[in-house]
T-cell receptor, first 115, second 115 residues
């Protein structure tokens, strides 16, 4: 079974609008961490935001926030006020407590911001 | 501060050739890892290291060797290149090994083509 599922291969959003990128995960561990990375067309992987399984508050970093719903095992990334520079591939990843040395990635969502 | 550096940026090999992808970090990180990224897929872990002299296999280790003689360097060796190893390779590091909160920072990637 897939540990990280990103069901949206591609998304479009109008500039200045908010967008939600979906991520669901599968783990039996109680302790785990969830990460989002951005990969622009230049190819580098840029860390955006982190959420721990025991964190009571949803993580926020500037225009990025993580909508963490533990019971549903979802960790959706919300980007507010989209900018043209947000056009990129976005990856959700998880590190489980039982295998914390490994980061498992989803297949990614290609976001395009329209002017 | 250079962060994580990788060389070369691009490489073309013939089937059966061997080569070494270089990775270095200047952040005194304990943990280093190698991933490969194939089209339509997220990153998959090849090998990782939790400190000098300690390495272990990830999800897709076949056809690759690693060693870690210093904290800074973590080279990836392709023993006998095959077309199936055509991919983009990323090196990553994080401060500590085994922590679920530990953010991994990625190098710029090496695009490898095996003919």
């Amino acid at each position: 079974a897939q540990k990280i599922t990103q069901t949206q291969p591609g998304m479009f959003v109008q500039e200045k609008e908010a967008v939600t990128l979906d991520c669901t995960y599968d783990t039996s561990d109680q302790s785990y961490g969830l990460f989002w990375y951005k990969q622009p067309s230049s190819g580098e992987m840029i860390f955006l935001i982190y959420q721990g399984s025991y964190d009571e508050q949803n993580a926020t970093e500037g225009r990025y926030s993580l909508n963490f719903q533990k019971a549903r095992k979802s960790a959706n990334l919300v980007i507010s006020a989209s900018q043209l520079g947000d056009s990129a591939m976005y990856f959700c990843a998880m590190r489980e407590g039982s295998s914390a040395r490994q980061l498992t990635f989803g297949s990614g969502t290609q976001l395009t911001v329209l002017p | 501060n250079a962060g994580v550096t990788q060389t070369p940026k691009f490489q073309v090999l013939k089937t059966g050739q061997s080569m070494t992808l270089q990775c270095a970090q200047d952040m005194n990180h304990e943990y280093m890892s190698w991933y490969r990224q194939d089209p339509g897929m997220g990153l998959r872990l090849i090998h990782y290291s939790v400190g000098a002299g300690i390495t272990d296999q990830g999800e897709v280790p076949n056809g690759y060797n690693v060693s870690r003689s210093t904290t800074e360097d973590f080279p990836l060796r392709l023993l006998s290149a095959a077309p199936s190893q055509t991919s983009v390779y990323f090196c990553a590091s994080s401060a500590f090994a085994g922590g679920i909160t530990d953010t991994q920072y990625f190098g710029p990637g090496t695009r490898l083509t095996v003919l």
